[in-house]
């Protein structure tokens, strides 16, 4: 009997493209997508840029009870994050699809001068009544003047009643090509990092200095009084997490996909993560932009597969620490290292620091869980590739997780943080919690009792950002409560702040290659080749008895292509990945189809409606397929209901009833080739020995 068993690790030959700030222009505001609103000087309705303090407000039934800026209906007043929070700011987003985007829905109540959230009850409130003032979310109450917003239907502008002059504005700026701006050394191109970083820190207040180090919805927002660049995240672990950019010939406009990183480990191949690496970078760059994406990408993942079953091993190189520390230092170096030594190209960040390898298992979840490891383990085994991110790639960057160690929550060991990466290896960069993980301290881990204790543990571990809540709402309450002083925030401030120079992000664009960059460097033929080869060399062939492979459209007649996977489009694509338009239309019967399907017949039956699937009705026309040709194939495996980011498996088998329709499809048929579709390991005993 000929068997023949291929091993496709989630390959995608395609394009994936997580909606952050845009880049703040030379002059004035743009009206985009991720601008925070914000309170500024009132302009006249001779003023040219007029348009970014007009505002039409629409009611009646969703998806109006919006407010839009007056010459970009698309686009409406979002509550940060979806957030319930006191606090969440105000910005402007794209106008949701979905009815139920309460965050987007708002009613001007004139009676009361009230602008009111209808998720939340909340009134949209200015942090302050001068220039730059922050609009958030708060309780609403009628002593509060910075609640009292005058809407006049003539010129569209909400004043702020306690003070005329003020206007609500999508995100005004100041900006280092005006003065006073462009005398102040942190404006400066040709002063020092160091210089720029010790002239700005001062300037800023102690709620700016807590917004910077807010990383919650993937930006801080900046310092627009100050012309301070937004500090913006994303992800790039196999391809750019972002949504498309603009379109041209030949190109989706959408981020070029490679296979995952257990994939990408097992090519074994340096210039091959070196290639990867680099298309990341230059794309990151083209849609960052355009306004679709950070500069600072959570990535890579190089925490060690040590449990098969782990949810996230599709995004790790291996289970290896050799393997894992060479990863970090090519795909991080790609990333990081450009044409232009002046600037960062991206900036990387390794995650997640330490002994993370749990998403849910015996009632234990990765916001609960603490590993218990010796000191030995850590050293020879876990801390192996982060060690490599700081002493070898020299990322600028390091995730901590949401487990515990031995007791003592991630982002807030210090002994680790300060102690071993900083002090012993050597790291110069920043500490990023992983999402949630400082509030955990407190909510999960039942380390300390309050947020702001929380916020006082993590900041003294060296956790410089929260992607949370807890540095947003609880920080700067942290400081004026004595539990930290604002010295040890500058701190954190210090450590952050001196990308945005590194970045380029603090000069001007005219002489940087990167802010060149666009739509033609996104989704080249090129990097589509590089994605290709990347598939190629990941491919693992298990076995191919009596040569089997590789056939020939013309020596056959008819195939079977059988299987769950067999026309499946999405599960290509892994986790973590962006908006893509290439995948719908490239599943295996779909390329199969569209390459031999004029010189053989084509049998398609999917057996079962998808990998955990236990309905057998199917089979008996999947038996009969394979019977009636000459050979049959069987695509199976698993997809990201089986595996994935806060779900892992509680076993290595093929979910539902996979095995038994690729028994029964044997049995039919001695010319069998079984191709298996999954991000982690499958035990395929009964298979192999079939």
């Known amino acids: 009997m000929a068997g023949y068993i291929f091993h496709l690790a989630i390959v995608c030959l395609l394009s994936a493209c997580v909606l952050c700030a845009p880049d703040w222009p030379d002059g004035g505001a743009i009206i985009a997508a991720g601008t925070t609103t914000q309170l500024w000087s009132c302009i006249s309705s001779a003023d040219e840029n007029v348009h970014h303090q007009q505002w039409e407000i629409q009611t009646g039934s969703y998806p109006n009870n919006t407010v839009s800026p007056k010459d970009n209906s698309t686009m409406v007043f979002d509550i940060e994050k979806w957030s319930n929070d006191s606090g969440a700011t ?7 699809p979905f009815q139920t985007a309460y965050n987007q829905q708002f009613s001007y109540k004139s009676s009361a001068n009230r602008l009111v959230s209808l998720m939340n009850g909340h009134c949209v409130t200015a942090e302050g009544n001068t220039s730059g003032a922050v609009v958030n979310m708060s309780p609403c109450s009628l002593n509060n003047t910075l609640q009292d917003w005058v809407y006049d239907e003539h010129s ?3 004043r702020l009643k306690s003070s005329p002059s003020s206007c609500l504005d999508a995100g005004s700026v100041a900006n280092c090509s005006t003065e006073p701006f462009s005398t102040y050394t942190y404006c400066d191109p040709a002063a020092s990092i160091n210089d720029r970083v010790a002239d700005l820190l001062p ?5 700016e200095k807590a917004q910077f180090l807010n990383a919650g919805g993937h930006t801080n927002g900046g310092v627009p009084r100050l012309g301070v660049a937004p500090f913006t995240y994303g992800e790039g672990l196999h391809g750019v997490r972002s949504t498309c950019g603009s379109a041209i010939a030949g190109s989706t406009g959408c981020a070029t ?3 995952n990183g257990l994939a990408l480990g097992a090519t074994f191949n340096r210039s091959l993560w070196t290639l990867v690496g680099q298309t990341v970078a230059t794309e990151g760059r083209a849609l960052s932009n355009q306004g679709n994406i950070g500069l600072s990408f959570w990535t890579p993942d190089i925490n060690l597969f040590r449990d098969p079953r782990w949810g996230r091993g599709q995004e790790v190189p291996s289970e290896d620490p050799y393997l894992n520390s060479e990863y970090v230092t090519y795909y991080s170096r790609a990333l990081q290292e450009g044409e232009d030594p002046r600037y960062l190209k991206i900036i990387a960040s390794c995650k997640h620091f330490s002994a993370y390898d749990l998403e849910h298992w015996g009632g234990q979840t990765r916001f609960t869980f603490s590993a218990n490891v010796t000191e030995r383990d850590l050293v020879e085994f876990y801390w192996v590739p982060f060690r490599a991110c700081v002493e070898k790639a020299h990322a600028k960057s390091i995730m901590c997780s949401l487990n515990a160690v031995n007791g003592i929550p991630s982002c807030g060991y210090g002994l680790f943080q300060n102690g071993i990466v900083r002090d012993e290896w050597g790291f110069e960069g920043f500490f990023v919690g992983d999402c ?11 380390y300390t ?13 060296g956790t410089d950002t929260d992607c949370g809540k807890a540095y947003h709402s609880s920080l700067a309450q942290t ?6 002083t604002e010295a040890q925030l500058d701190i954190s401030v210090r450590r952050v702040i001196r990308y ?9 664009p005219g002489d940087q290659p990167y802010t060149h960059l666009g739509p033609e460097n996104v989704d080249t033929d090129e990097h589509r080749q590089r994605a290709l080869e990347a598939a190629h060399q990941m491919i693992i062939l298990l076995k191919n008895e009596n040569n089997l492979l590789p056939l020939s459209a013309q020596k056959l007649s008819t195939v079977a292509l059988i299987g769950p996977q067999a026309n499946a489009t999405q599960t290509f694509l892994s986790n973590y990945h962006g908006a893509n338009t290439l995948v719908d239309s490239h599943s295996i019967l779909m390329a199969m189809t569209a390459s031999v399907g004029s010189q053989l017949t084509i049998k398609y039956v999917a057996g079962l409606d998808s990998p955990a699937s236990t309905d057998q009705k199917e089979f008996h026309d999947a038996v009969s397929a394979a019977k009636s040709s000459d050979v049959a194939i069987v695509c199976v495996g698993l997809d990201q209901s089986e595996e994935r980011e806060g779900r892992d498996r509680t076993d290595l088998v093929l979910p539902g009833a996979q095995d038994d329709l690729v028994q029964k499809v044997l049995q039919a048929q001695p010319n069998t080739i079984v191709v298996l579709i999954n991000g982690g390991p499958l035990a395929i005993e009964s298979i192999k020995e079939s």
């Not at 009792?449 to 571990?461: D, T, Y």
């Not at 400081?479 to 930290?484: A, F, H």
């Not at 945005?500 to 001007?508: H, V």
């Open 90 to 96: 105000l910005w402007l987003h794209h106008r949701s």
């Open 156 to 158: 569209g502008q909400f």
């Open 203 to 207: 300037r800023l207040t102690l709620a």
């Open 257 to 259: 996909s490679f296979p």
């Open 436 to 446: 949630g993980a400082v509030g955990e301290i407190a909510t999960s881990h039942h």
């Open 449 to 461: 009792n309050s947020s702001e204790m929380a916020c006082k543990i993590a900041i003294e571990a």
């Open 479 to 484: 400081v004026k409560d004595g539990l930290l």
């Open 500 to 508: 945005l120079f590194e970045l380029g992000r603090m000069d001007p």
